[in-house]
């Protein structure tokens, strides 16, 4: 085979590699889930999102009736952005256009207020969090004026 043969045949695979999906131009990101439970039993609904302390695009996720999650950052399950992460979990449920119905203290809703922080480093699928009720009786509902 000829030098020339071999260079062209070199970038023509570099150039199917380039176009084929060695990577989508995005953070790297590693798959993150666990379980979300309060006073023992799962969170049955609701929402959990991480925000990088450093900035950047949140993860988050939708919070399965098992209380099991699976963080996305840009489409479907595709983890987070290694790094440093406040974190906050709030569990809704609308029962009409003035009222709602708490399952978890509303401090965990804000991730200021939360006291949930995680450092993500790889991929993991027991990154649980264990809630509390603490004094607070719950759930609890809340009118809208």
Same mark, same amino acid.
């Given at each position: 085979?000829?030098?020339?043969?071999?260079?062209?045949?070199?970038?023509?695979?570099?150039?199917? !590699?380039?176009?084929?999906?060695?990577?989508?131009?995005? $953070?790297?990101?590693?798959?993150?889930?666990?379980?979300?439970?309060?006073?023992?039993?799962?969170?049955?609904?609701?929402?959990?999102?991480?925000?990088?302390?450093?900035?950047?695009? $949140? !993860?988050?996720?939708?919070?399965? /009736?098992?209380?099991?999650?699976?963080?996305?950052?840009?489409?479907?399950?595709?983890?987070?952005? $290694?790094?440093?992460?406040?974190?906050?979990?709030?569990?809704?449920?609308?029962?009409?256009?003035?009222?709602?119905?708490?399952?978890?203290?509303?401090?965990?809703?804000? $991730?200021?207020?939360?006291?949930?922080?995680?450092?993500?480093?790889?991929?993991?699928?027991?990154?649980?969090?264990?809630?509390?009720?603490?004094?607070?009786?719950? /759930?609890?509902?809340?009118?809208?004026?």
């Amino acid at each position: 085979m000829s030098n020339t043969k071999l260079v062209f045949g070199l970038l023509v695979v570099a150039f199917i !590699a380039q176009t084929v999906g060695c990577g989508d131009g995005r $953070p790297k990101r590693v798959q993150v889930s666990g379980k979300i439970t309060i006073d023992g039993s799962p969170v049955k609904l609701g929402n959990i999102q991480f925000i990088r302390k450093s900035g950047g695009r $949140p !993860a988050s996720a939708k919070i399965q /009736p098992d209380g099991s999650y699976r963080l996305r950052t840009y489409e479907s399950e595709d983890g987070c952005v $290694p790094g440093d992460y406040l974190v906050s979990i709030s569990s809704i449920e609308y029962i009409n256009d003035e009222t709602l119905r708490w399952f978890l203290p509303k401090k965990y809703s804000v $991730p200021n207020t939360s006291g949930l922080e995680r450092t993500v480093t790889e991929a993991t699928n027991s990154m649980d969090f264990t809630l509390t009720w603490g004094d607070d009786d719950g /759930p609890f509902i809340e009118y809208i004026e």
